[in-house]
């Protein structure tokens, strides 16, 4: 960052400044922080009692940080619990799923890396809730 003349901070890349946009779901929310060349940043809130579908990705990898609420995370038939300041890595063509069996909402960030971010590179598996 660098300032200007009232002192404010303004990006080095403003080609990487984007505006948060937020995609409802019926789990939850997933708002787009920011995007650029090979990774995007997400912030998802997921509801008490809902997941994401069992999924898979081929161009690209996850990282998964809490920020509030509990993860109960699923990666290659492994289960995991996470809870705040806690994070796991998903590697690409791995299956994976998370779901909240907490009381309050689950708020996590989610980075995403590779050479393809498109939504048609998500293989889901048979869940009844949608990615």
């Known amino acids: 960052m660098i300032g200007n003349q009232n002192n404010e901070q303004t990006p ?11 995609r409802m779901r019926n789990w939850g929310t997933v708002t787009a922080l ?3 060349k090979c990774y995007r940043i997400n ?19 996850e990282h998964w940080i809490v920020v509030s ?3 109960k995370v699923i990666c290659d038939g492994q289960e995991k619990i996470l809870i705040e300041k806690q994070s796991t890595y998903v590697p690409m063509c791995m299956p994976h ?10 708020v996590m960030i989610e980075v995403q890396n590779g050479e ?8 889901r598996f048979g869940d009844a809730e949608e990615g």
């Open 12 to 22: 080095t890349n403003p080609q990487l400044a984007t505006t948060a946009t937020t």
């Open 34 to 36: 920011e995007e650029g």
């Open 43 to 61: 912030r998802i809130e997921l509801q008490p009692g809902h997941h994401i579908s069992t999924q898979m990705h081929y161009h690209r990898s």
């Open 69 to 71: 609420g509990t993860a």
């Open 97 to 106: 799923r998370v779901e909240n069996p907490g009381v309050i909402p689950l």
């Open 116 to 123: 393809y971010l498109g939504e048609d590179d998500i293989i």
